[in-house]
């Protein structure tokens, strides 16, 4: 297992959500070691220490930064370096995977391979004047956990979009992603496994509607402390199934990706993100909450775990 000081950022959590991890390996029959690297040399070093046939990162790239994700130009992704190394790795490729933090380029993909999702233009490298769509949602390009997301993110006008994409540039220093705004319920899919064992399992994400503005949307203070719920859909299920399998097929999703999905206006359901380290923390996360409601049992943290690393081995090595 590979953490640092940006994990908190780009994936699971913290040290102590690395821990569990590692305990809920351990407990399925597998040996395994955490491995802190703030760089390339830290990492083929943890690789050093002992036999190695996989690698599970919480990194994207390496990064000492634990408030957000914001991806340098010269990022050295750990996928990269794994695949350069010949290490077989838990989760989609390195290709994948910087399509997938790049939201942008998620919708490109899913567009051309005509998988539902909302329009969408990049501030910069386009003009955003080529907006058309009001109310427009306005996020960072490169984020998660809502990092970014307020109030302000709904722009009704031209003028409100432009300050809410400088904002994110000055804040956040990366390129602003302007979708048009889906009004309808929210939705997040988890996927586990891969071939004739993937399993898609949709649930509903609802929070008291007294915790919301003007729009039902899912703010950064939302978010980790508590105010969230996810559920078994009452609606949606079988398109939600849908969709997600269309989207893994298309970007080439593998072992464990997590989707969230919004009803348009017209109350079908449109992609907005697909995350790539979904969290993993016990009970808080909407991983482990999703798997909690189809598989109940004594411990349905350790089967998660358990069937991510089952199924990832089984792709590398047929076994």
């Not at 802190?36 to 070093?45: F, K, S």
């Not at 400088?166 to 956040?172: G, K, N, S, T, V």
């Not at 319920?185 to 509607?209: A, C, F, W």
Request: glycine share 10%.
């Amino acid at each position: 297992m590979v953490t640092g000081q940006g994990g908190d950022a780009q994936g699971w959590g913290n040290m102590a959500v690395t821990g569990s991890v590692r305990d809920a390996i351990v407990a399925n029959g597998y040996d395994c070691r955490i491995v802190l690297a703030e760089d390339r040399r830290a990492l083929e070093a943890g690789l050093r220490d002992g036999a190695c046939d996989m690698v599970w990162s919480s990194l994207y790239f390496f990064s000492n930064r634990e408030d957000i994700i914001g991806i340098p130009a010269d990022a050295v992704w750990v996928a990269d370096v794994l695949d350069e190394l010949h290490v077989p790795y838990i989760g989609p490729s390195a290709a994948t995977m910087k399509a997938l933090i790049g939201k942008f380029d998620t919708h490109e993909v899913l567009a051309c391979n005509r998988v539902s999702c909302p329009r969408h233009v990049l501030c910069p490298p386009s003009d955003c004047g080529e907006v058309d769509f009001f109310p427009a949602f306005v996020k960072p390009n490169g984020e998660s956990r809502s990092v970014g997301i307020s109030e302000n993110s709904v722009a009704e006008t031209p003028e409100a979009l432009r300050k809410q994409v400088a904002f994110i540039q000055r804040e956040l220093g990366q390129a602003a992603l302007v979708e048009e705004y889906l009004p309808g319920r929210e939705y997040t899919v988890m996927v586990i496994g891969n071939g004739k064992q993937r399993e898609i399992l949709p649930g509903r994400v609802t929070v008291d509607p007294s915790h919301y503005g003007k729009y039902p949307i899912l703010r950064s203070d939302l978010r980790g402390v508590g105010l969230t719920h996810v559920s078994l859909p009452d609606a949606h299920k079988e398109e939600a199934i849908a969709l997600a399998g269309a989207a893994c097929d298309a970007l080439g999703c593998e072992d464990h990706v997590r989707i969230d999905m919004r009803e348009g206006a017209d109350g079908k359901l449109r992609i907005m993100e697909v995350n790539g380290i979904p969290g993993l923390k016990p009970v808080k996360s909407w991983s482990p909450q999703i798997y909690a409601l189809y598989h109940p049992g004594e411990d349905p943290y350790g089967a998660l775990i358990g069937t991510i690393v089952r199924c990832a081995m089984e792709r590398s090595y047929g076994k």
